[in-house]
């Protein structure tokens, strides 16, 4: 893939939806193109090469997830995020975690797509190789599993490190409770109650408590993003 | 009118598969009987002729032997005395010259139709008896002499006839008496059947066109009409119950999904009829986008517990190890439970597996833990314990030292959208139980609710997995041993 590719293709056939799709992608930086039907989809799919396609499941002619499986026969290995309106996830789109997809739920906040656009387009170039992530004055140490600012320990529990460590590596985008919960926890599933916020509320606690600034930032409606004060 | 009634429901009973079935086994059943009782006759008749024969034959070899010996004369004498004797009274015996003229017997005149003719004859003669009021059946055995003399020596076979006859009579009586009664019951039990039929379409009738209430009436017999009578009740019943509940969680529904969006309608009127103040618009819209997810996340749980409910997700079936999916949920509500100053611990094995969904087990596990905090007591302890019991079945109890719930209430927080009164006011949506019910109910599982004294003990009792109990019935077949409980 090309460094700094940024074109994507979305698979909507709801007109609204799809422009605001296309709103929301180009007013952070991508080139998009719509197909408003699984046919086209392939056309375009196999046609151009794409950062990221995103693809509606229930589309007028074939099943999105059909549509993913012949762009993958033909050797098309562009990340692809299924969206689905089916309330539940079904197993079908479970199975795409092997395979390194990743889907949403229809209704979703822009922001929630942004990120997860935006993971799956950088998806390729992140081998990260070091031991050591940093962001600001805090060092999060990946072989002794420990986390410090400005060298002081922070005691932190295996579960509560593996969130740290996600909320980091994301670090300056949002990353939603939805994503907290298939990443860190490895569920599929919408929580419904505010587990989740609590349990940030506590990490929280410990890495920003009577420090000089706060790291973690709540984005009201979606989730978390961890950032450094530039 | 009556006629007309009777006739729709004899029309009825002839177009019945039963009645089609009953004379399917009348005509085979028939067929049968005709051939045995025809098989008996024709033997009876047969056996009886032969007797007849087999005298007659014997009688003219005693004729024969005395003209052999003491000539036409020693003939004469015999015949004369077989005519006097009481015994042969029945018995015929004609000496005629071969002119066929008469010379000797109890027939005055050879019969005409016999004339030339030697061997087994059947005739008729003219008043060779004086009462007789009909010409009775003669039979008898012809045969010329040495001296060309005839000699006719017969029977009155008209008994014989009457006798075979007889048992014809009865046997044609009797075919007809099995084929009148056999129509008869056929038809009655045809009736019968039609008639149950008819009430449970006649209630099925009803059920479409007026409502759920209507039931089909049983008769007390306790025969497998009843049976199925009363099964098709209970469905009813069920069925009922279903409509019941479907209706009471749509009210719910409505009820909880009505409220925030006329608050978030009510609120966005008001900000509509204002000026525009950009920082209170951002608060307004970020509490309305708050309470839409609110009600986006009530419809997910409840499509969610339907789709669990249909047994759309056994497919992802696999063994999973409940123990660890319980301890990593009790430490994902370490947070909230530190938050309320509650102690949350997690005591029992290490390892208990079960055939499953982690997910749903997981949300499952999460709905109890973060019941059992909210409703427990602040400050208050809540114990999760993992144990697999001796018999096999893999428990995990969530325990608070709340106020519980009254027994009363046992069955109803089961319920969509229940809540108790007391809880109106706390947080939640009263669909947490019911998916831990949906869960339990996909896994085979089934809860239990005790009383903590003080609090709420909640139990997730599964039964031993499909795996370990494959392996078990494969150990007790290789080694003869009996399982007690599967």
Redesign the interface.
């Known amino acids: 893939m090309i460094a700094g590719h940024r074109h994507i293709l979305v698979v909507e056939d709801d007109q609204e939806t799809a422009g605001q799709l296309v709103e929301s992608l180009t007013t952070n930086g991508y080139q998009v193109n719509v197909a408003v039907n699984g046919s086209d989809a392939l056309s375009l799919g196999l046609s151009a090469d794409y950062a990221v396609i995103t693809i509606d499941r229930m589309l007028p002619d074939i099943d999105g997830i059909e549509v993913m499986r012949s762009l993958r026969e033909r050797g098309i290995v562009t990340p692809v995020l299924i969206i689905s309106a089916l309330?539940?996830i079904?197993?079908r789109v479970?199975g795409l975690r092997a395979g390194g997809d990743d889907y949403l739920?229809k209704?979703f906040?822009f922001v929630e797509l942004l990120a997860r656009v935006e993971a799956l387009a950088r998806r390729s170039d992140t081998v990260i190789k070091e031991t050591v992530l940093r962001v600001g004055d805090l060092e999060l140490d990946l072989v002794s599993r420990t986390a410090s600012r400005r060298g002081r320990d922070i005691s932190l529990?295996p579960?509560e490190f593996q969130l740290l460590e996600y909320l980091v590596r994301n670090e300056g985008r949002v990353v939603s409770r939805a994503m907290l919960l298939q990443h860190v926890?490895?569920?599929?599933?919408?929580?419904?109650?505010?587990?989740i916020d609590?349990?940030v509320?506590?990490v929280r606690r410990k890495v920003d408590d009577k420090q000089a600034y706060p790291l973690i930032h709540t984005v009201?409606?979606v989730g978390y993003c961890l950032r450094a004060p530039s | 009118m009556a006629l007309g009634i009777a006739s729709v429901h004899l029309a009825k009973t002839l177009r019945s598969s039963t009645f089609k079935l009953a004379l399917i086994a009348i005509g085979i059943f028939g067929a049968i009987v005709l051939t045995l009782f025809s098989y008996v006759y024709l033997s009876t008749a047969y056996y009886v002729r032969g007797r007849s024969d087999s005298a007659l034959t014997a009688e003219q070899a005693i004729l024969q032997r005395t003209y052999d010996r003491a000539g036409r004369g020693g003939l004469i004498a015999i015949i004369q005395q077989r005519i006097s004797d009481e015994h042969f009274q029945n018995s015929l015996y004609l000496l005629a010259d071969p002119s066929y003229s008469f010379i000797a017997g109890n027939l005055k005149v050879w019969p005409s139709d016999l004339g030339g003719s030697e061997g087994w004859q059947n005739f008729h003669v003219q008043g060779w008896k004086a009462d007789a009021a009909h010409q009775p059946m003669l039979r008898a055995a012809l045969k010329t002499l040495s001296n060309g003399d005839h000699l006719l020596v017969g029977k009155d076979i008209d008994d014989l006839d009457a006798f075979t006859g007889k048992i014809k009579a009865a046997f044609i009586f009797v075919i007809a008496l099995i084929f009148l009664l056999a129509g008869v019951a056929s038809v009655l039990v045809t009736r019968r059947t039609v008639g149950r039929i008819e009430a449970i379409n006649t209630t099925s009738r009803a059920i479409m066109q007026s409502g759920l209430d209507k039931r089909i009436p049983l008769r007390g017999t306790n025969d497998e009409w009843d049976r199925v009578a009363e099964n098709l009740n209970s469905m009813l019943d069920c069925i009922e119950t279903l409509m019941r509940e479907v209706k009471q969680v749509t009210d719910n529904v409505a009820h909880d999904l009505r409220t925030p969006l006329a608050r978030m309608r009510g609120r966005l009127e008001k900000a509509y009829h204002c000026r525009r103040d950009s920082e209170e618009d951002q608060a307004l819209i970020g509490d309305t986008i708050a309470n839409l997810d609110g009600v986006l996340r009530i419809f997910s749980s409840i499509t969610r517990i339907a789709q669990i409910e249909a047994k759309a997700q056994r497919v992802a079936f696999r063994t999973v190890n409940i123990a660890e999916i319980t301890r990593e949920t009790v430490e994902l509500y370490d947070a909230a439970a530190e938050e309320k100053g509650t102690h949350l611990s997690f005591v029992g094995d290490q390892r208990v597996c079960v055939t499953g969904d982690r997910d749903l087990i997981f949300d499952a596990v999460a709905n109890l833990v973060d019941n059992a905090i909210k409703h427990g007591r602040a400050g208050g302890h809540v114990t999760v314990e993992v144990v697999e019991s001796s018999d096999g079945d893999a428990i995990i109890s969530v325990a608070d030292d709340g106020p519980g719930i009254p027994a009363a209430e046992h069955l109803n927080v089961f319920k969509r959208f229940y809540r108790l009164e007391r809880s109106r006011r706390t947080a939640g949506n009263g669909l947490g139980l019911s998916l831990v019910a949906a869960v339990a109910r996909l896994h085979g599982a089934h809860i239990e609710m005790l009383d903590n004294l003080p609090g709420l003990k909640l139990r997730l009792v599964f039964p031993p997995n499909l795996v370990s109990l494959s392996q078990t019935v494969m150990q007790a077949t290789n080694g003869g041993q009996q399982i007690t409980k599967i």
């Open positions: 309330g539940e079904d197993d479970r739920t209704p906040s529990l579960r926890w490895d569920l599929h599933f919408d929580p419904t109650t505010n587990i609590v349990y509320g506590r009201r409606g």
